[in-house]
């Protein structure tokens, strides 16, 4: 399976853009790249997922590297609920299960 | 809300007990998942169900027992546990088993063995 690795932690101050990274070098042309939060005390949350194009939603951004090798996690507008531990995922048919990672966990300064 | 929910929030027991962990999903997923995530380690997939069958196991020890009598709930069955089994017990649901989907998760069972 193809792993990926992420910072076990961040920093940012409040209203300001967030860019968590992720490498996955040894993504596959199939692997869609899934990016889940989780919040204190709850379970995971889907932030956004994309394959090769960059991809925005009303929580986040997705910029994906041209080779696919890494990509980068954009919170345009950091607020202190968005401090949590962030997973970046790979998932691809035949092999649908989404396996977690540790993540990065953003601390948000006020 | 999530639309899945898990009952109860939190369970203690001795390791002689026998408990059942509960999940219900109002979202008409056709799949359905339990997590085990360790204090200070990854979530574990335990168990899958794509239509009520189950699709995978990934080694788990016999004292947790899933059942899934249709789609929308999911039961873990708890006996004889050990200690090392504390942790938060997560539910989660998609439409199908299939890379694009989403992941819906409970807020969890937080379980302590005694």
């Known amino acids: 399976d193809a792993k990926t690795t992420q910072p076990n932690s961040m920093e940012s101050n409040e209203e300001e853009p967030v860019h968590l990274p992720c490498n996955h070098s040894?993504?596959?042309?199939?692997?869609?790249i899934h990016w889940y939060r989780q919040l204190p005390s709850q379970g995971p949350e889907y932030v956004i997922h994309g394959l090769t194009s960059n991809v925005n939603n009303r929580m986040a951004s997705l910029a994906i590297a041209e080779d696919r090798k890494s990509s980068t996690l954009i919170l345009h507008r950091a607020t202190l609920r968005d401090a949590a531990v962030y997973y970046c995922i790979l998932a691809n048919f035949g092999n649908e299960k989404l396996t977690f990672g540790t993540g990065t966990r953003l601390t948000i300064i006020p | 809300e999530t639309g899945v929910t898990q009952t109860p929030r939190h369970l203690v027991m001795g390791m002689t007990n026998k408990k059942s962990l509960k999940c219900e999903q109002h979202l008409g997923h056709n799949a359905m998942y339990w997590y085990k995530q360790s204090a200070k380690k990854p979530l574990e997939l335990m168990f899958v169900y794509n239509f009520k069958e189950q699709t995978e196991n990934n080694s788990v020890p016999s004292r947790f027992s899933p059942e899934c009598p249709n789609s929308s709930h999911l039961f873990l069955h708890l006996h004889t546990l050990q200690p090392e089994d504390s942790a938060l017990y997560l539910c989660?649901?998609?439409?199908?088993?299939?890379?694009?989907?989403?992941?819906?998760f409970g807020s969890g069972t937080q379980l302590s063995v005694l």
């Open positions: 989660a649901s998609s439409q199908l088993r299939d890379p694009r989907e989403k992941l819906f």
């Open positions: 040894t993504i596959s042309g199939t692997d869609y």
